[in-house]
Protein backbone atom coordinates (compact mmCIF):
# COMPACT_ATOMS: atom_id res chain seq x y z
CA UNK A 1 0.00 0.00 0.00
CA UNK A 2 0.94 3.57 -0.37
CA UNK A 3 1.08 6.25 1.86
CA UNK A 4 -2.74 6.59 1.37
CA UNK A 5 -3.19 3.82 3.63
CA UNK A 6 -4.18 5.52 6.75
CA UNK A 7 -6.92 7.77 4.63
CA UNK A 8 -8.24 5.06 2.43
CA UNK A 9 -8.49 2.52 5.34
CA UNK A 10 -10.82 3.11 8.71
CA UNK A 11 -11.60 0.85 11.22
CA UNK A 12 -15.15 -0.63 11.11
CA UNK A 13 -16.90 0.09 14.35
CA UNK A 14 -15.48 2.38 17.11
CA UNK A 15 -16.06 -1.11 19.68
CA UNK A 16 -13.48 -2.41 17.10
CA UNK A 17 -11.41 -0.03 17.14
CA UNK A 18 -11.40 0.17 20.97
CA UNK A 19 -11.03 -3.76 20.89
CA UNK A 20 -7.67 -2.85 18.71
CA UNK A 21 -6.14 0.01 21.02
CA UNK A 22 -6.91 -2.60 24.14
CA UNK A 23 -5.08 -5.06 22.49
CA UNK A 24 -1.99 -2.57 22.38
CA UNK A 25 -2.51 -1.60 25.99
CA UNK A 26 -3.06 -4.77 27.53
CA UNK A 27 -0.24 -6.87 27.78
CA UNK A 28 2.26 -8.47 29.67
CA UNK A 29 2.68 -5.33 31.55
CA UNK A 30 -1.01 -5.86 33.29
CA UNK A 31 -0.60 -9.59 33.74
CA UNK A 32 3.09 -10.43 34.11
CA UNK A 33 4.12 -7.41 35.44
CA UNK A 34 1.60 -5.16 37.83
CA UNK A 35 1.16 -7.81 40.17
CA UNK A 36 4.85 -8.00 41.17
CA UNK A 37 5.30 -4.75 41.11
CA UNK A 38 2.36 -3.84 43.86
CA UNK A 39 4.19 -6.79 45.92
CA UNK A 40 7.18 -5.01 46.05
CA UNK A 41 5.50 -1.91 47.24
CA UNK A 42 3.37 -3.03 49.52
CA UNK A 43 3.76 -2.34 53.14
CA UNK A 44 3.11 -4.69 56.14
CA UNK A 45 -0.76 -4.07 55.93
CA UNK A 46 -1.44 -4.79 52.18
CA UNK A 47 -0.96 -2.67 48.79
CA UNK A 48 -3.86 -0.68 48.61
CA UNK A 49 -1.81 2.64 48.69
CA UNK A 50 0.52 1.99 45.59
CA UNK A 51 -3.26 1.44 43.87
CA UNK A 52 -4.41 4.42 44.81
CA UNK A 53 -1.28 6.11 43.66
CA UNK A 54 -1.68 3.83 40.41
CA UNK A 55 -4.84 5.29 39.90
CA UNK A 56 -4.59 9.28 40.43
CA UNK A 57 -1.73 8.87 37.60
CA UNK A 58 -4.25 6.97 35.36
CA UNK A 59 -5.70 10.36 34.97
CA UNK A 60 -2.55 12.48 35.69
CA UNK A 61 -0.57 11.08 32.86
CA UNK A 62 -2.11 7.88 31.18
CA UNK A 63 -5.46 9.53 29.77
CA UNK A 64 -3.82 12.60 28.79
CA UNK A 65 -1.51 11.31 27.05
CA UNK A 66 -3.72 8.78 25.56
CA UNK A 67 -5.67 11.82 24.17
CA UNK A 68 -2.82 13.30 23.07
CA UNK A 69 -1.87 10.16 20.48
CA UNK A 70 -5.74 9.74 19.73
CA UNK A 71 -5.73 13.35 18.15
CA UNK A 72 -2.43 13.66 17.02
CA UNK A 73 -3.22 9.82 14.83
CA UNK A 74 -6.32 11.36 13.91
CA UNK A 75 -5.27 14.63 12.80
CA UNK A 76 -2.42 14.04 11.17
CA UNK A 77 -3.59 10.52 9.54
CA UNK A 78 0.39 9.52 9.33
CA UNK A 79 2.39 7.52 11.16
CA UNK A 80 4.28 9.06 14.22
CA UNK A 81 6.84 11.02 12.66
CA UNK A 82 4.49 12.26 9.94
CA UNK A 83 2.37 13.52 13.16
CA UNK A 84 5.36 15.17 14.43
CA UNK A 85 6.21 16.69 11.49
CA UNK A 86 2.08 17.82 11.10
CA UNK A 87 1.45 19.13 14.89
CA UNK A 88 4.99 19.81 16.45
CA UNK A 89 6.78 20.86 12.75
CA UNK A 90 9.22 19.38 10.10
CA UNK A 91 12.45 20.72 12.54
CA UNK A 92 11.43 18.26 15.08
CA UNK A 93 10.63 14.94 12.84
CA UNK A 94 13.81 13.84 15.10
CA UNK A 95 11.28 13.63 18.28
CA UNK A 96 9.20 11.38 16.25
CA UNK A 97 11.76 9.44 14.94
CA UNK A 98 12.92 8.52 18.75
CA UNK A 99 9.05 8.06 20.02
CA UNK A 100 9.76 4.98 16.72
CA UNK A 101 13.32 4.27 17.82
CA UNK A 102 12.34 3.77 21.49
CA UNK A 103 8.85 1.51 20.68
CA UNK A 104 10.75 -0.43 18.08
CA UNK A 105 14.21 -1.24 20.25
CA UNK A 106 11.54 -2.52 22.76
CA UNK A 107 10.00 -4.55 19.83
CA UNK A 108 13.04 -6.21 19.58
CA UNK A 109 13.00 -7.75 22.84
CA UNK A 110 9.72 -7.66 23.75
CA UNK A 111 9.00 -10.35 21.17
CA UNK A 112 11.28 -12.69 23.31
CA UNK A 113 8.74 -12.36 25.89
CA UNK A 114 5.60 -13.42 23.93
CA UNK A 115 8.20 -16.53 23.04
CA UNK A 116 8.52 -16.74 27.10
CA UNK A 117 4.54 -16.95 27.04
CA UNK A 118 4.15 -19.24 23.97
CA UNK A 119 6.30 -21.75 25.75
CA UNK A 120 4.78 -21.99 28.68
CA UNK A 121 1.33 -22.08 27.41
CA UNK A 122 2.72 -25.48 25.57
CA UNK A 123 4.45 -26.07 29.35
CA UNK A 124 0.74 -26.30 30.79
CA UNK A 125 -1.03 -28.17 27.65
CA UNK A 126 1.46 -31.12 27.98
CA UNK A 127 1.27 -31.01 31.50
CA UNK A 128 5.10 -31.11 32.14
CA UNK A 129 5.44 -32.09 35.98
CA UNK A 130 6.54 -28.59 37.98
CA UNK A 131 5.96 -29.79 41.89
CA UNK A 132 8.14 -27.19 43.17
CA UNK A 133 10.11 -24.19 42.59
CA UNK A 134 13.68 -25.87 41.80
CA UNK A 135 11.81 -28.06 39.14
CA UNK A 136 10.34 -25.38 38.03
CA UNK A 137 13.47 -23.28 38.06
CA UNK A 138 15.49 -26.19 36.02
CA UNK A 139 12.34 -26.06 33.47
CA UNK A 140 13.00 -22.12 33.35
CA UNK A 141 16.96 -22.78 33.24
CA UNK A 142 16.41 -25.47 30.77
CA UNK A 143 14.90 -23.43 28.29
CA UNK A 144 16.51 -20.74 28.67
CA UNK A 145 20.14 -23.03 27.67
CA UNK A 146 19.49 -23.92 24.62
CA UNK A 147 18.01 -21.77 21.21
CA UNK A 148 14.71 -22.65 21.66
CA UNK A 149 13.94 -18.70 23.03
CA UNK A 150 15.82 -17.49 19.83
CA UNK A 151 13.98 -19.98 17.61
CA UNK A 152 9.99 -19.59 19.08
CA UNK A 153 11.25 -15.65 19.16
CA UNK A 154 11.18 -16.23 15.14
CA UNK A 155 8.26 -17.67 15.19
CA UNK A 156 5.88 -15.12 16.97
CA UNK A 157 7.42 -12.59 14.51
CA UNK A 158 6.77 -14.50 11.68
CA UNK A 159 3.50 -14.70 12.08
CA UNK A 160 3.05 -11.36 13.51
CA UNK A 161 4.46 -10.28 10.06
CA UNK A 162 1.81 -12.43 8.39
CA UNK A 163 -1.05 -10.57 10.19
CA UNK A 164 0.21 -7.10 9.74
CA UNK A 165 1.09 -7.60 6.23
CA UNK A 166 -2.94 -8.02 5.49
CA UNK A 167 -3.26 -4.76 7.08
CA UNK A 168 -5.53 -2.88 9.42
CA UNK A 169 -8.48 -5.16 8.47
CA UNK A 170 -6.37 -8.13 9.55
CA UNK A 171 -5.28 -6.67 12.86
CA UNK A 172 -8.33 -5.60 13.59
CA UNK A 173 -10.33 -8.83 12.90
CA UNK A 174 -7.41 -10.61 15.05
CA UNK A 175 -7.79 -8.01 18.04
CA UNK A 176 -11.94 -8.48 17.65
CA UNK A 177 -10.88 -11.97 18.14
CA UNK A 178 -7.98 -12.33 20.81
CA UNK A 179 -9.47 -9.53 23.35
CA UNK A 180 -12.74 -10.78 23.92
CA UNK A 181 -11.36 -14.37 24.32
CA UNK A 182 -8.78 -13.37 26.63
CA UNK A 183 -11.26 -11.09 28.52
CA UNK A 184 -12.69 -14.56 29.26
CA UNK A 185 -9.86 -16.44 29.75
CA UNK A 186 -8.86 -13.72 32.67
CA UNK A 187 -12.86 -13.85 34.20
CA UNK A 188 -12.75 -17.92 34.32
CA UNK A 189 -9.03 -17.94 35.89
CA UNK A 190 -10.58 -15.15 38.15
CA UNK A 191 -13.44 -17.07 39.52
CA UNK A 192 -11.50 -20.00 40.25
CA UNK A 193 -8.73 -18.30 42.12
CA UNK A 194 -10.93 -16.46 44.21
CA UNK A 195 -13.06 -20.23 45.01
CA UNK A 196 -9.40 -21.39 46.30
CA UNK A 197 -9.15 -22.08 50.41
CA UNK A 198 -7.80 -18.77 51.62
CA UNK A 199 -8.08 -16.44 48.93
CA UNK A 200 -9.37 -13.97 50.41
CA UNK A 201 -6.62 -13.46 52.22
CA UNK A 202 -4.68 -12.22 49.07
CA UNK A 203 -7.65 -9.62 48.14
CA UNK A 204 -7.51 -8.49 51.59
CA UNK A 205 -4.03 -7.68 51.47
CA UNK A 206 -3.70 -6.41 47.92
CA UNK A 207 -6.40 -3.63 48.60
CA UNK A 208 -5.71 -2.93 52.25
CA UNK A 209 -4.04 0.25 52.36
CA UNK A 210 -0.65 1.29 54.78
CA UNK A 211 -1.58 4.53 54.77
CA UNK A 212 2.22 5.60 56.15
CA UNK A 213 3.44 4.37 52.41
CA UNK A 214 1.42 7.82 50.98
CA UNK A 215 4.43 9.76 52.33
CA UNK A 216 7.01 8.21 50.43
CA UNK A 217 7.95 9.44 47.29
CA UNK A 218 8.81 5.80 45.80
CA UNK A 219 5.50 4.72 45.80
CA UNK A 220 4.02 7.31 43.65
CA UNK A 221 6.74 6.98 41.20
CA UNK A 222 6.98 3.92 40.92
CA UNK A 223 3.04 3.73 40.30
CA UNK A 224 3.29 6.48 37.46
CA UNK A 225 6.30 4.02 35.92
CA UNK A 226 3.27 1.37 35.95
CA UNK A 227 0.78 3.01 34.76
CA UNK A 228 2.53 4.24 31.62
CA UNK A 229 3.42 0.45 31.23
CA UNK A 230 -0.27 -0.92 31.90
CA UNK A 231 -1.77 1.90 28.95
CA UNK A 232 1.15 2.26 26.56
CA UNK A 233 0.58 6.13 26.59
CA UNK A 234 3.44 7.64 25.09
CA UNK A 235 4.60 4.85 23.21
CA UNK A 236 3.07 6.19 19.79
CA UNK A 237 1.33 2.85 19.42
CA UNK A 238 -2.35 4.66 20.12
CA UNK A 239 -1.14 7.50 17.34
CA UNK A 240 -0.55 5.07 14.95
CA UNK A 241 -3.92 3.09 15.25
CA UNK A 242 -5.83 6.57 15.63
CA UNK A 243 -4.59 7.36 12.21
CA UNK A 244 -7.57 4.67 10.96
CA UNK A 245 -10.22 6.20 13.35
CA UNK A 246 -13.55 7.10 11.76
CA UNK A 247 -13.92 10.84 11.66
CA UNK A 248 -17.36 10.27 14.07
CA UNK A 249 -15.08 8.56 16.63
CA UNK A 250 -14.37 10.88 19.79
CA UNK A 251 -10.88 10.96 21.04
CA UNK A 252 -11.68 12.31 24.92
CA UNK A 253 -13.83 9.10 24.92
CA UNK A 254 -11.88 6.03 22.99
CA UNK A 255 -8.70 7.46 25.39
CA UNK A 256 -11.11 7.47 28.59
CA UNK A 257 -12.44 4.01 27.62
CA UNK A 258 -9.06 2.51 26.90
CA UNK A 259 -7.74 3.89 29.72
CA UNK A 260 -10.00 2.29 31.91
CA UNK A 261 -10.17 -1.02 30.74
CA UNK A 262 -7.12 -1.68 30.51
CA UNK A 263 -6.82 -0.55 33.68
CA UNK A 264 -9.50 -3.28 35.02
CA UNK A 265 -7.54 -6.39 33.22
CA UNK A 266 -5.24 -4.94 35.65
CA UNK A 267 -6.95 -5.01 38.65
CA UNK A 268 -7.68 -8.18 37.76
CA UNK A 269 -4.70 -10.21 36.49
CA UNK A 270 -3.81 -8.75 40.34
CA UNK A 271 -6.92 -10.69 41.94
CA UNK A 272 -5.98 -13.82 40.26
CA UNK A 273 -2.51 -13.78 41.10
CA UNK A 274 -2.59 -12.57 44.63
CA UNK A 275 -5.71 -14.82 45.21
CA UNK A 276 -3.83 -18.12 43.56
CA UNK A 277 -0.49 -17.15 45.64
CA UNK A 278 -2.16 -16.86 49.12
CA UNK A 279 -4.47 -19.15 48.07
CA UNK A 280 -1.97 -21.96 47.34
CA UNK A 281 0.97 -20.80 50.45
CA UNK A 282 -1.04 -18.77 53.29
CA UNK A 283 -1.44 -22.54 55.45
CA UNK A 284 2.48 -22.89 54.64
CA UNK A 285 3.62 -19.24 55.24
CA UNK A 286 3.03 -15.88 57.05
CA UNK A 287 1.56 -12.75 54.85
CA UNK A 288 4.90 -11.51 54.82
CA UNK A 289 6.75 -14.66 53.56
CA UNK A 290 4.25 -15.29 50.98
CA UNK A 291 4.97 -11.28 49.74
CA UNK A 292 8.23 -11.92 49.84
CA UNK A 293 8.22 -14.81 47.12
CA UNK A 294 6.47 -12.26 45.32
CA UNK A 295 8.59 -9.86 45.32
CA UNK A 296 11.53 -12.39 44.08
CA UNK A 297 10.95 -11.55 40.58
CA UNK A 298 14.04 -13.75 39.57
CA UNK A 299 16.06 -13.25 36.25
CA UNK A 300 14.71 -10.50 33.98
CA UNK A 301 11.56 -10.05 36.15
CA UNK A 302 10.20 -13.38 35.07
CA UNK A 303 9.99 -15.13 38.95
CA UNK A 304 6.60 -14.66 39.83
CA UNK A 305 5.10 -15.88 36.06
CA UNK A 306 7.55 -17.83 35.02
CA UNK A 307 8.54 -19.89 37.58
CA UNK A 308 6.18 -19.98 40.52
CA UNK A 309 3.05 -19.80 38.96
CA UNK A 310 3.24 -23.44 37.86
CA UNK A 311 4.22 -24.66 40.71
CA UNK A 312 0.99 -22.73 42.42
CA UNK A 313 -0.75 -24.44 39.48
CA UNK A 314 0.26 -27.78 40.19
CA UNK A 315 -0.57 -27.55 43.82
CA UNK A 316 -4.30 -27.45 43.09
CA UNK A 317 -7.39 -28.98 42.05
CA UNK A 318 -7.82 -28.91 37.84
CA UNK A 319 -4.76 -26.98 38.17
CA UNK A 320 -3.90 -27.84 34.94
CA UNK A 321 -6.39 -26.32 33.07
CA UNK A 322 -6.21 -22.98 35.27
CA UNK A 323 -2.51 -22.86 33.71
CA UNK A 324 -3.23 -23.50 30.65
CA UNK A 325 -5.72 -20.68 30.42
CA UNK A 326 -3.27 -18.18 32.53
CA UNK A 327 -0.68 -18.49 30.18
CA UNK A 328 -2.97 -18.70 27.01
CA UNK A 329 -4.31 -15.36 28.08
CA UNK A 330 -0.71 -13.97 28.76
CA UNK A 331 -0.08 -14.82 25.26
CA UNK A 332 -2.81 -13.61 23.12
CA UNK A 333 -2.16 -10.20 25.55
CA UNK A 334 1.51 -9.94 24.58
CA UNK A 335 0.90 -11.09 20.76
CA UNK A 336 -2.00 -8.32 20.74
CA UNK A 337 0.54 -5.64 21.52
CA UNK A 338 3.46 -6.96 19.57
CA UNK A 339 1.13 -6.41 16.59
CA UNK A 340 1.36 -3.07 17.46
CA UNK A 341 4.22 -2.57 17.37
CA UNK A 342 5.12 -4.30 14.30
CA UNK A 343 2.27 -2.18 12.88
CA UNK A 344 4.21 1.26 13.98
CA UNK A 345 7.41 0.71 12.19
CA UNK A 346 5.77 -0.37 9.42
CA UNK A 347 3.80 2.24 8.76
CA UNK A 348 6.72 4.83 9.09
CA UNK A 349 8.25 3.41 5.88
CA UNK A 350 4.65 3.22 4.25
CA UNK A 351 4.20 7.10 4.55
CA UNK A 352 7.87 7.15 2.93
CA UNK A 353 5.93 5.67 -0.73
CA UNK A 354 7.12 1.94 0.75
CA UNK A 355 4.73 -1.14 -0.07
CA UNK A 356 2.86 -2.60 3.50
CA UNK A 357 4.16 -5.91 2.48
CA UNK A 358 8.03 -5.19 1.88
CA UNK A 359 8.04 -2.58 4.68
CA UNK A 360 6.40 -4.70 7.20
CA UNK A 361 8.89 -7.48 5.98
CA UNK A 362 11.82 -5.34 6.79
CA UNK A 363 10.56 -4.13 10.25
CA UNK A 364 10.37 -7.81 10.76
CA UNK A 365 13.65 -9.11 9.82
CA UNK A 366 15.09 -6.52 11.59
CA UNK A 367 13.28 -7.38 14.79
CA UNK A 368 14.43 -11.15 14.14
CA UNK A 369 18.30 -10.08 14.05
CA UNK A 370 18.12 -7.85 16.67
CA UNK A 371 16.34 -9.35 18.57
CA UNK A 372 18.03 -13.02 18.77
CA UNK A 373 20.76 -11.13 21.35
CA UNK A 374 17.73 -10.47 24.02
CA UNK A 375 16.85 -14.13 23.33
CA UNK A 376 20.41 -15.76 23.93
CA UNK A 377 21.68 -13.41 26.72
CA UNK A 378 19.25 -12.17 30.14
CA UNK A 379 21.89 -9.87 30.37
CA UNK A 380 21.68 -7.93 27.30
CA UNK A 381 17.98 -8.44 27.65
CA UNK A 382 17.32 -6.78 30.84
CA UNK A 383 19.47 -3.68 29.55
CA UNK A 384 17.73 -3.35 26.66
CA UNK A 385 14.84 -3.12 29.12
CA UNK A 386 16.51 -0.96 31.49
CA UNK A 387 17.43 1.36 29.01
CA UNK A 388 14.76 1.62 26.57
CA UNK A 389 12.09 1.62 29.31
CA UNK A 390 13.22 4.72 30.69
CA UNK A 391 13.31 6.06 27.30
CA UNK A 392 9.49 5.95 27.12
CA UNK A 393 9.73 8.73 29.47
CA UNK A 394 11.30 10.71 27.18
CA UNK A 395 8.22 10.08 24.38
CA UNK A 396 5.70 10.89 26.81
CA UNK A 397 7.33 14.20 26.98
CA UNK A 398 8.05 14.49 23.02
CA UNK A 399 4.43 14.18 22.42
CA UNK A 400 3.32 16.67 25.17
CA UNK A 401 5.41 18.49 23.61
CA UNK A 402 3.97 18.38 19.71
CA UNK A 403 0.27 18.92 21.20
CA UNK A 404 1.51 22.29 23.38
CA UNK A 405 3.76 23.48 20.11
CA UNK A 406 0.38 23.09 17.73
CA UNK A 407 -1.90 23.62 20.69
CA UNK A 408 -3.62 21.39 22.72
CA UNK A 409 -7.06 22.75 22.17
CA UNK A 410 -6.77 24.18 18.33
CA UNK A 411 -6.05 20.19 18.14
CA UNK A 412 -8.71 19.16 19.79
CA UNK A 413 -11.31 21.05 18.04
CA UNK A 414 -9.68 20.20 15.13
CA UNK A 415 -10.66 16.15 15.52
CA UNK A 416 -13.55 16.67 17.64
CA UNK A 417 -16.77 15.49 15.97
CA UNK A 418 -19.58 18.43 16.03
CA UNK A 419 -21.72 16.11 17.99
CA UNK A 420 -19.34 15.50 20.77
CA UNK A 421 -20.34 18.12 23.58
CA UNK A 422 -17.09 19.55 25.05
CA UNK A 423 -16.64 18.01 29.25
CA UNK A 424 -14.89 19.47 31.86
CA UNK A 425 -11.91 17.32 30.80
CA UNK A 426 -11.98 19.06 27.50
CA UNK A 427 -11.14 22.27 29.70
CA UNK A 428 -8.46 21.14 31.64
CA UNK A 429 -6.45 18.43 29.34
CA UNK A 430 -4.63 21.74 27.63
CA UNK A 431 -3.20 22.40 31.03
CA UNK A 432 -2.28 18.99 32.04
CA UNK A 433 -0.52 18.28 29.06
CA UNK A 434 1.34 21.40 28.68
CA UNK A 435 2.11 21.72 32.50
CA UNK A 436 1.18 18.78 34.71
CA UNK A 437 2.49 15.65 31.86
CA UNK A 438 6.46 17.16 30.98
CA UNK A 439 6.59 17.88 34.83
CA UNK A 440 5.96 14.04 35.70
CA UNK A 441 8.50 13.50 33.34
CA UNK A 442 10.89 15.51 34.44
CA UNK A 443 10.65 14.37 37.90
CA UNK A 444 10.43 10.75 36.78
CA UNK A 445 13.56 11.17 34.41
CA UNK A 446 15.17 12.29 37.29
CA UNK A 447 14.51 9.93 39.95
CA UNK A 448 15.42 6.94 37.58
CA UNK A 449 18.85 8.71 36.77
CA UNK A 450 19.57 9.28 39.97
CA UNK A 451 18.75 5.89 41.12
CA UNK A 452 21.28 4.30 38.18
CA UNK A 453 23.90 6.26 40.25
CA UNK A 454 23.43 5.67 43.67
CA UNK A 455 21.57 2.17 43.63
CA UNK A 456 21.67 0.31 40.52
CA UNK A 457 24.75 0.44 39.11
CA UNK A 458 26.78 1.64 42.71
CA UNK A 459 30.45 2.60 41.20
CA UNK A 460 29.98 1.49 37.80
CA UNK A 461 27.62 4.06 37.03
CA UNK A 462 30.31 6.00 33.98
CA UNK A 463 31.23 2.19 32.47
CA UNK A 464 28.45 2.25 29.48
CA UNK A 465 28.64 -2.07 29.59
CA UNK A 466 27.31 -2.20 33.27
CA UNK A 467 23.37 -2.93 32.37
CA UNK A 468 21.91 -0.36 34.42
CA UNK A 469 24.28 2.31 34.70
CA UNK A 470 23.92 5.85 33.74
CA UNK A 471 26.53 6.02 30.92
CA UNK A 472 24.77 2.98 29.00
CA UNK A 473 21.61 4.93 29.16
CA UNK A 474 23.41 8.35 27.60
CA UNK A 475 26.04 6.32 25.36
CA UNK A 476 22.49 4.41 23.16
CA UNK A 477 20.40 7.49 23.74
CA UNK A 478 23.14 9.94 22.41
CA UNK A 479 23.55 7.28 19.15
CA UNK A 480 20.30 7.87 18.55
CA UNK A 481 20.00 10.95 18.95
CA UNK A 482 22.50 12.34 16.99
CA UNK A 483 21.38 9.69 14.03
CA UNK A 484 17.87 11.10 13.88
CA UNK A 485 19.34 14.81 14.06
CA UNK A 486 21.76 14.36 11.22
CA UNK A 487 18.56 12.88 9.12
CA UNK A 488 15.74 15.28 10.30
CA UNK A 489 14.83 16.47 7.29
CA UNK A 490 14.61 12.68 5.66
CA UNK A 491 12.87 11.33 7.96
CA UNK A 492 9.33 12.49 6.70
CA UNK A 493 10.04 13.74 3.34
CA UNK A 494 7.98 17.47 2.37
CA UNK A 495 6.56 15.89 -0.71
CA UNK A 496 4.93 12.84 1.67
Known sequence: MSSSDASSHRFNTRITMILSVLGIAIGTGNIWRFPRIVAQNSGDDG????????????????????VSEYAMGKFGRKGVVGAFNKTAGASFNWMGGFVVVV?????????????????YLIVAVTGQPVTDPESAKMLWESFQSGFNPALIHIFVMALGCWIVIKGIKSIEKANTFLIPALLVIVLIALVRAVTLPNALEGISFLFTPDWSLLKDPKIWLEALTQNAWDTGAGWGLVLTYAAYMRTSDSVITSAVQTGIGNNIVSILAAIIIFSTVFGSLSGQMESAEIVSIMQDSGPASTGLTFIWMPVLFQSMPFGGILATLFFLGLSFAAFSSLLSMIEMSSRVLIDHGISRKKATLFVSGLSIIFGIPSATNLT?????????????????????FAVSSFGAKKLLDEVRPEEDEPGLFYKYWPFMIRFVVPAQAILLLGWWLYRTVF?????????????????????????????????????YPAKV
Open 47 to 66: GGSFLIAWICFLFLWSIPLI
Open 103 to 119: TTAIMFYYSVVVGWCFH
Open 380 to 400: FFVNQDFVWGLGLIISGAFVA
Open 455 to 491: EFAGDEWLNPLNPFSLATCLVQWAIAFAVLLYYNKKL
